[in-house]
């Protein structure tokens, strides 16, 4: 069967709960109306820890030896209205990685092949040490430090990935970019019709709160000793 992270089955589950959550709630009748109250799942798979860090498994075949399983065990309820759950992650996290400009759909199947579909999955590995060092061997033709950097303005939660990705097609390609660029520069690297759906002042708005933030006052945090200047990353000793 196909190996999948954590996060994909996770993802998995959710779709399918969902479904019956909502095939229940559509089911009312002068009898009664159900909801889902709690799931409990005992799921037998196969795991193991990518090269990249990744925690993957792959779903037990009926005729795998017990001792080389391991049991992941969930208890699944619908939140109450008045619980806090967290928020949700930006919007840009989950757009596909084929937004970013430049990146050949070679390099693109290439992590797709590593389970790295969205701007989410690139970020959450590359923020590792590990992740990042698997991801500068592979031998791919794409800047790996720019990449991060475009990436991160996609999943920045101060503005519309909308945004974000016009800024891209304009050449603006990371988030201290854009927090650099002065008022009058603006029209000339966002369309015409975003600046009208979305103002000025908005985005002037949107421009400080990136500002104000950690990694634009301080430059890129990146771990390893990556240079933050989307250069091209030497292998130390090379």
Same mark, same amino acid.
């Given at each position: ?100 400009? %430049? ?8 992590? %797709? ?59 603006? %390609? ?65």
């Amino acid at each position: 069967m196909a190996e999948l992270t954590i996060q994909e089955l996770g993802e998995s589950l959710v779709q399918a709960l969902t479904g019956v959550q909502r095939s229940l709630a559509g089911s009312a009748t002068e009898a009664g109306r159900y909801l889902m109250n709690e799931v409990e799942l005992d799921v037998p798979v196969r795991l193991r820890v990518g090269p990249d860090g990744q925690v993957l498994v792959t779903p037990a075949e009926s005729d795998d030896p017990p001792h080389q399983l391991t049991r992941i065990r969930l208890t699944v309820r619908p939140a109450e209205a008045d619980e806090a759950i967290g928020l949700p992650l930006p919007a840009g996290t989950d757009r596909p990685l084929s937004v970013i400009p %430049n990146l050949a759909e070679v390099v693109i199947q290439r992590l %797709n092949s590593l389970h790295l579909y969205t701007i989410g999955d690139f970020l959450r590995v590359t923020s590792t040490v590990r992740g990042y060092r698997m991801m500068a061997q592979l031998g791919l033709d794409f800047d790996l430090d720019k990449t991060i950097e475009q990436a991160k303005l996609v999943a920045s939660p101060e503005m519309p990935h909308v945004l974000a990705e016009d800024l891209l097609r304009h050449g603006v %390609n990371s988030r201290v970019d854009f927090a650099r660029l002065k008022r009058e520069q603006l029209p000339q690297v966002i369309s015409d019709r975003l600046l009208e759906i979305i103002g000025l002042d908005e985005i002037i708005r949107i421009q400080e709160a990136i500002r104000a933030q950690p990694d634009v006052i301080f430059g890129s945090a990146t771990p390893d000793g990556r240079k933050p200047d989307g250069g091209r990353r030497k292998e130390r000793g090379k």
